[in-house]
């Protein structure tokens, strides 16, 4: 019996993503769909936003979190299908149900989308390359669904990888490889660098991993503060973070956006008894041990700009959340367009934890 653990061996990390998954399910389940560019999300008269979309509608440049007003003008042939939720959650445990075939330390992000570990993994004799073809074929079997995945030695290149060969391919970044595929990767593509992050780069300068590992850690950090460490790892390649099975939950918040906008302060509070019976329901629901330490609301204004207020205390306070949609409200005093109610959850310190996404808040889209 191999003696070797865990931590020595080389990691074999697979991140699967499914292929565009709330509107790959609604053009499966409708097939008259098939062909046309589809969204799932909310109605353009109602402000609702869009989810997701395929790909013919993404080649009208329709992305997730546009509004759907201006996805219709974009694309005034796109079809827009209010969201299923239940079905979305129901195929989900069918997918995971396929990965624990193969590892029980499965990380989801999302409802579509995990890490796997699949390092002592003795199917295909440890080959996570045949490892994810063959769980992208048993998900397709299952529910005609596509999927694509990333393989290699950690999670930040799993999740590049994952991306390389979409739709419904899979690409492979082998230990030897790294190096030199890092350092061609331009810096856009790091996950968590945005569109500000990318410009401050390129402002110094950087453009690929390469450019980075230019800079010493020191200026990094001084331009970047603790971030800057993180960015000299990952253009090394470097990313140790482990698979997490499982780990507390850090926050958990309802919101609402509403077809026609709140002008005034008390439209916004005559809102608040149905956000706060919303909330506290979902909080009975997750049954979440972790006391609660903060309470948080969210105010989006007409023009889409937002602000956050939050103070800390030790449990619901029915009065506190209508003190901090208040204050809210008078720092822009505009028009209101989207008002969310949010608790944060008293987490140790030496827990190694990631947020959970949205679908596994209990918190579902607005996409009424």
């Known amino acids: 019996m191999n003696s070797e653990s865990h931590e020595q061996k080389q990691r074999k990390i697979i991140h699967v993503d499914m292929d565009c998954y709330y509107a790959a399910i609604e053009v499966r389940d409708d097939p008259s769909l098939r062909g046309h560019p589809v969204a799932v999300g909310g109605h353009p008269s109602r402000r609702g936003v869009i989810a997701t979309c395929n790909y013919e509608a993404r080649s009208y440049g329709i992305h997730s979190a546009m509004p759907s007003a201006h996805a219709k003008r974009l694309c005034p042939s796109l079809i827009i299908v209010g969201g299923n939720f239940d079905k979305y959650r129901h195929d989900s445990k069918i997918i995971r149900s396929v990965f624990a075939k193969y590892t029980d330390l499965i990380e989801p992000l ?25 769980i ?18 950690n999670k930040f290149l799993a999740k590049i990888a994952s991306d390389w060969n979409k739709p419904n391919g899979q690409f492979v970044i082998t230990p030897d490889e ?25 402002n110094l300068g950087i453009y690929t991993c390469a450019d980075i590992r230019e800079f010493d850690l020191l200026t990094l950090t001084r331009k970047f503060a603790s971030y800057g460490d993180r960015l000299h790892k990952l253009a090394h390649g470097i990313d140790n973070r482990d698979v997490i099975v499982s780990y507390p939950r850090k926050s958990l918040s309802v919101e609402n956006t509403y077809e026609q906008d709140l002008y005034k302060l008390e439209d916004c509070l005559e809102e608040m008894p149905k956000l706060l019976e919303t909330l506290k329901r979902r909080i ?49 005093e505009k028009a209101v367009r989207l008002l969310g109610l949010g608790v944060r959850f008293q987490v140790s310190e030496s827990t190694n934890f990631v947020q959970l996404p949205l679908e596994y808040q209990d918190q579902e889209l607005d996409l009424d």
């Open 110 to 134: 999302s409802l579509d989308e995990a890490f796997l570990d699949v390092t002592n993994c003795e199917h295909y004799k440890g080959s996570a390359t045949y490892i994810a073809q063959a």
């Open 136 to 153: 992208r074929h048993e998900i397709y079997e299952e529910l005609k669904l596509t999927a694509s995945a990333g393989i290699a030695p």
């Open 178 to 202: 790294v190096d030199d595929f890092v350092k061609k990767l331009e810096v856009n593509k790091i996950p968590g660098v945005g569109k500000k992050t990318t410009q401050k780069l390129n």
């Open 284 to 332: 009975a629901k997750s049954k979440v041990d972790s006391p609660i330490n903060k309470l948080y609301a969210k105010l989006k204004f007409s023009d889409f700009t937002a602000t956050t207020v939050e103070r800390t205390s030790f449990g619901i306070n029915d009065d506190l959340f209508y003190e901090l949609m208040e204050e809210g409200f008078y720092r822009r």
